[in-house]
């Protein structure tokens, strides 16, 4: 079983549509919880992190994070088609040794 | 700034050649890392630095090896190449090893071997 675990869809939705992402892990020890985006034949780029538990907000993006049911979730208010990428949650657990373990990454596209 | 450059951007190798991959940041980073991705794994760790002469394995080392040259290069080698080495791959930086940082990713090396 993968240490984190990620649905790769590929999933469409249209225009200002919710989207939901989600992963779920299996090591407790994970206190940095990430989300990357990347868009097709680029490097990944971070798009927002969360420690411990809890929600963080940014602009049309909000990160969730329930560590007692080892569940992150990434939700993305009124999509647009310039939101179509690979989301790919990340995970770090040891201060310092800086190891992400990265999720299998979820396809989006969002149609105008 | 640049940010962190890779090169080359392709290569096409065939079994048993060897290869170089070069990654640079201009960040002033401590930390350098380097990734493969390969469809349905998402990114896998293969090699880090966590500071200059420093190198340490990740989850996938085996048939590669790096050298952290000096603060702006990491380098990954690939000896004798195998087909189950096509994919992908990521040169990333971070700034302190001692906490949390984000990482800073290359534009990837598309990398195929016959």
């Known amino acids: 079983q993968k240490e984190v675990e990620q649905d790769p869809g590929p999933l469409s939705v249209p225009e200002g549509a919710i989207v939901s992402l989600n992963c779920t892990y299996s090591?407790?020890?994970?206190?940095?919880f990430m989300w990357y985006r990347q868009y097709s034949r680029k490097g990944p780029e971070l798009l927002m992190y969360?420690?411990?538990?809890g929600n963080k907000e940014d602009g049309r993006f909000t990160a969730q994070v329930d560590k007692s049911s080892k569940y992150i979730s990434l939700f993305i208010r009124d999509s647009q088609p310039s939101d179509s990428a690979t989301y790919l949650c990340?995970?770090?657990?040891?201060?310092?040794?800086?190891?992400?373990?990265f999720g299998q990454g979820t396809r989006l596209t969002i149609n105008p | 700034n640049a940010g962190v450059t890779q090169t080359p951007k392709f290569q096409v190798l065939k079994t048993g050649q060897s290869m170089t991959l070069q990654c640079a940041q201009d960040?002033?980073?401590?930390?350098m890392y380097w990734y493969r991705q390969d469809p349905g794994m998402g990114l896998r760790l293969i090699y880090y630095?966590?500071?200059?002469?420093?190198?340490d394995k990740g989850e996938v080392p085996n048939g590669y090896n790096v050298s952290r040259l000096n603060k702006r290069e990491f380098s990954l080698r690939l000896e004798s190449a195998a087909p189950s080495q096509t994919s992908v791959y990521f040169c990333?930086?971070?700034?302190?090893?001692?906490?949390?940082?984000?990482?800073?990713f290359g534009p990837g090396t598309r990398l195929t071997v016959l």
């Open positions: 990333a930086s971070s700034e302190d090893p001692s906490e949390y940082n984000e990482q800073f």
């Open positions: 090591n407790s020890a994970f206190q940095y």
């Open positions: 969360t420690y411990s538990s």
């Open positions: 990340a995970m770090e657990g040891i201060q310092g040794a800086q190891k992400l373990v």
């Open positions: 960040m002033n980073h401590n930390s």
């Open positions: 630095s966590a500071s200059e002469g420093t190198t």
